[in-house]
């Protein structure tokens, strides 16, 4: 299975500013073919599902603020929000979708809190 | 607006199966360039993929499970299920249905989800 490892466990970021999230696979998810990353990243509030932000590593959902973006490409990859704003405050997870058969798997996600 | 709704029961007795149904709205399960797909989040942890179904009845199942789980699609409902065997404390979580798309496999559409206790 690819293990996904997001760092940190949780971070603290003043409101305007910009916060950062790593996520490692441990192998590439780059797929040689299509020169695609089968990444994707999830906000989650609590009471609520995960919400879709970012697909194919810095494809941005239809509706998702331009404050959100993705970046990152073989086995690193980061997730941005610049301007940090309240209703940021969610727990944030990356996912592969590159395994075949597939085998979808999730960072173990990463905490953000308004400093 | 698509929408999907997991029900079942909320309480399950270990050594049972627990089984879940997830009815989809505002859109039709057997569109192609779809699957439909169950996560699951034990209390204060990770996101878990389960398994997924295309509208053919074809499946993918996450191995880990050890094939206690089962995925079905009534497409004359509009609905697909999970059904779970042999479940014990730590199939304790919330369980979520989702569409996924056939191209980028991300999960776009879930539902509220529901928690399931496996208890005596």
């Known amino acids: 299975d690819i293990v996904m490892t997001q760092s940190p466990d949780s971070l603290a970021v003043s409101l305007g500013e910009r916060a950062t999230i790593n996520c490692k696979s441990s192998?590439?998810?780059?797929?040689?073919?299509?020169?695609?990353?089968?990444l994707a990243w999830y906000q989650k509030k609590p009471g609520q599902p995960p919400k879709l932000l970012i697909y194919?590593?810095?494809s941005r959902e239809s509706g998702v603020p331009d404050r959100f973006s993705g970046s990152g490409s073989g086995t690193d990859f980061t997730l941005t929000i610049s301007n940090l704003q309240a209703e940021d405050v969610a727990v944030y997870y990356c996912?592969?979708?590159?395994?075949?058969?597939?085998?979808?798997?999730f960072g173990q996600g990463t905490k953000l809190e308004i400093k | 607006q698509l929408q999907l709704q997991e029900s079942g029961p909320g309480l399950v007795k270990p050594s049972e199966t627990l089984s879940l149904t997830c009815t989809v709205s505002?859109?039709?399960?057997?569109?192609?360039?779809?699957?439909w797909g169950w996560i699951r989040q034990p209390p204060g942890k990770g996101l878990e993929w389960i398994g997924s179904?295309?509208?053919?009845?074809?499946?993918d199942n996450n191995p880990s499970l050890k094939s206690r789980g089962t995925i079905s699609v009534d497409t004359s409902k509009n609905q697909f299920s999970l059904k779970l065997n042999s479940v014990t404390a730590a199939d304790t979580a919330v369980y979520y249905c989702?569409?996924?798309?056939?191209?980028?496999?991300?999960?776009?559409?879930w539902g509220q989800g529901t928690l399931v206790t496996v208890s005596s």
């Open positions: 989702a569409r996924h798309r056939v191209g980028a496999r991300v999960f776009d559409y």
């Open positions: 505002g859109g039709s399960i057997g569109s192609s360039g779809y699957y």
């Open positions: 179904i295309y509208y053919t009845g074809s499946t």
């Open positions: 192998q590439s998810v780059l797929y040689s073919s299509t020169i695609k990353n089968y």
């Open positions: 194919w590593a810095s």
């Open positions: 996912q592969q979708y590159y395994s075949t058969p597939p085998m979808y798997t």
